[in-house]
């Protein structure tokens, strides 16, 4: 497929596009809710944590998913510190981290000065920061794909079904002619996915079922438990 040179400007308004989180992907998140890491210029260990309005939790680590969590409003101690958040436990037998010394492997959430921050079982030496919101991308070094290989990069704001942690999975795209495109995504799974685009319609080359819905300036496109929002102007270059 033919490469078009790629403007600089273009580039940026694509990058801002696919970033928008769209309101069928934002879900109503209780105050904590984020991604945390250690470090949040890195890729190791990152936490996105959504609390919700029924006081129970998710969180999504790698690739693996922890739904229906229970929550706790009080602090582990004697007395709740006016900046304790909420704790998310984890059953002891299927949990990320290993049990703190009271027997409860949890992750507490407390609101710092400028930003929130958490605790792995309430220890102030294996502190998480706060990387931003849901639906934060990764780090840079995160981005596999470039425009030495393709004509644009960005994210793609995506979920899995049964989710209601939205992600940004990074995708680069070649643009053809008349419209037609084909997308290589990396799937929330981390694994890739390739979306060919024409004439109004997706297909995948590996012949999953794709099902698409034009809204506006996106499309939504579902294939198996992988929810994507495409914006036009990715594919068309705009």
């Known amino acids: 497929m033919m490469r078009s040179p790629i403007r600089r400007a273009a580039v940026a ?10 309101a069928s992907l934002v879900t109503a998140s209780e105050p904590g809710s984020g991604v945390y890491a250690l470090d949040c210029a890195s890729s190791d260990e ?12 998710e969180v999504q680590l790698g690739e693996t ?21 909420v704790a998310v436990l984890f059953d002891p037998e299927a949990s990320p981290i290993a049990a703190g010394p009271d027997g ?3 992750i507490e959430l407390w609101s710092g000065e400028s930003a929130y921050f958490a605790l792995i079982n309430g220890d102030t030496k294996r502190r998480l920061d706060y990387c931003g919101p849901l639906g934060t991308p990764g780090a840079a070094a995160d981005m596999p794909y470039s425009t030495d ?14 989710s209601e942690i939205p992600r940004a999975c990074p995708f680069g795209i070649d643009r053809g002619d008349a419209g037609s495109a084909s997308l290589t995504i990396q799937t929330p799974f981390g694994k890739e996915r390739t979306l060919n685009h024409a004439t109004g319609s997706f297909t995948d080359p590996s012949g999953d079922r794709v099902s698409v819905q034009r809204e506006g300036h996106l499309w939504r496109v579902t294939v198996g438990e992988e929810h994507y929002e ?5 594919l068309m270059g705009d």
């Open 65 to 85: 998913t922890f739904m229906e969590l229970l929550t706790s409003y009080s602090s582990f101690g004697n007395r709740t510190p006016n900046n304790f958040l």
């Open 46 to 57: 990152t936490y996105r944590i959504s609390i919700r309005g029924d006081g129970s939790a």
């Open 13 to 22: 308004r694509l990058l801002a596009a696919a970033l928008v989180l769209p």
């Open 149 to 162: 290989e393709y004509d644009a990069v960005g994210y793609l704001d995506c979920q899995l079904a049964g």
């Open 104 to 106: 409860s492997p949890r």
């Open 230 to 234: 495409i914006p036009n102007a990715a």
